[in-house]
């Protein structure tokens, strides 16, 4: 069966298996949702396989895919005390790997088993390996899935990737490739060469990642069904995350599941933000930036490929892009491990944060419930330095008295 890709912004439409359009936009998969859907119709299947009737993919048989989505939405009275508004955190880093990003892998590698993913020099028609461009949650999560789905996987991270995370993404035993040069360029590199070779590179924005990642807002709607929360805010990146929110709250409003499509708010570092400063300029489209460094690592994407889409996300449902400093950032991952027991990577505090600039500035109000999407655990990431006193154990009463008195 062919996938039928389309454009969001000329709507043109096409069945070759490629990833971007010749507008130069990316494309993501044509919908195909029954129109008379609803809630109680949704088979009981595990994770984000709960929502089968909009996927392009059924669940594998056996496998980690099961083990994918299903995040549980977290309210905590010290978050709305700190963001100034109900608080509804989306805890992407209970997924396998710790991050939104095992949504996108697992449906990619389910499709990618059922034979929809064509590459034209293969025997078959399909490819026979996986890959990724990534240095960090992308890259552990594809791998990890291709081991469980038997595929061989390649990860392209840039040359100057630190050793630590080398170490986190190669426990799955992909062939890691360091790569010299334009790493922007290596995004649109890879999709030429992947289908040259048997790869399937499954990139940030892929139609099928798309489709896995847009099971968050899925997994959101439901939870506020029949209502909708006043805003959904998340990290954005390469855009791909935001598109598939984007695209499942067009198509759930089209066949009647939504009565209102709620704001989406969009939040980046504010030393990397081109979205931000295209919205903030009026801009039609994304350009790019000399980012500069960030705690934020993983977010800090100076030429985003969906860069453009994602602003158009955000405009289109009444939201807007923002950015919030690296000390915003920190605060929000302090309050999330101290007061709410959440371990989350410096990205995955960048939403929290933005939640709390947007209440600031007047835009989200204190009664307002919004859903905050945290996107990966801090647990598989190096910790701030911390130290701790030795104790003889003959002085462990005389210490424990202190701290009780404290």
């Known amino acids: 069966m062919a996938l039928t890709r389309t454009c969001y912004d000329c709507g043109a439409s096409t069945a070759e298996p490629r990833a971007r359009c010749e507008c130069g936009e990316p494309l993501w998969l044509a919908s195909d949702v029954p129109s008379d859907l609803a809630w109680t119709d949704l088979p009981d299947r595990p994770g984000l396989w709960r929502y089968d009737p909009l996927l392009p993919v059924s669940m594998p048989d056996t496998g980690l895919a099961a083990a994918a989505g299903g995040t549980p939405l977290l309210r905590d009275a010290a978050l709305d005390r700190f963001a100034g508004s109900r608080v509804h955190l989306k805890v992407e880093g209970q997924q396998p790997t710790g991050s939104f990003k095992d949504r996108g892998s697992a449906v990619a590698l389910a499709a990618l088993d059922a034979g929809l993913v064509e590459a034209p020099d293969s025997d078959d028609g399909s490819p026979t390996a996986v890959g990724t461009v990534s240095h960090g949650n992308m890259a552990m999560s594809t791998a990890a899935f291709a081991a469980a789905h038997g595929r061989d996987c390649v990860v392209l991270v840039p040359d100057d990737v630190p050793a630590a995370r080398l170490g986190v993404i190669a426990q799955f035993d ?36 798309v489709e896995g990642q847009k099971t968050t807002a899925l997994e959101l709607c439901e939870a506020f069904a029949p209502s ?11 855009g791909g995350h935001a598109s598939g929110v984007w695209k499942v709250l067009r198509e759930l409003r089209t066949v009647g599941l939504l009565d209102e499509i709620p704001p989406v708010y969009l939040v980046q570092a504010a030393t990397c933000a ?33 860069g453009t889409r994602a602003l158009r996300a955000a405009r289109a449902t009444g939201g807007a892009v923002l950015a919030v400093d690296d000390d915003a950032i920190c605060e929000a991952q302090r309050v999330l491990a101290t007061a709410a027991g959440v371990s989350v990577e410096a990205a995955g505090a960048v939403g929290l ?24 655990t801090g647990l598989t990431e190096a910790g701030a330095d911390a130290s701790a006193p030795a104790v003889e154990l003959s002085a462990l009463e005389e210490r424990l008295d202190a701290f009780a008195a404290r």
């Not at 909708?228 to 390469?238: H, M």
């Open 274 to 306: 081109p979205i931000t400063e295209a919205f903030a300029a009026g801009a039609d489209r994304v350009t790019p930036v000399d980012g500069g460094e960030t705690v934020a690592y993983s977010i800090a994407n100076a030429d985003p490929p969906s």
């Open 228 to 238: 909708v929360p006043d805003a959904v805010v998340l990290p954005v990146s390469s």
């Open 353 to 376: 944060a933005g939640a709390r600039a947007l209440v600031g500035h007047g835009e989200l109000a204190p009664d307002d419930d919004v859903a905050v999407v945290a996107t990966g």
């Open 174 to 209: 992909p062939t890691v490739l360091r790569v010299r040069g334009d790493y922007g360029r290596l995004y649109e590199r890879s999709l030429e060469v992947g289908r040259d070779h048997g790869v399937y590179f499954v990139n940030s924005d892929s139609p099928l990642r």
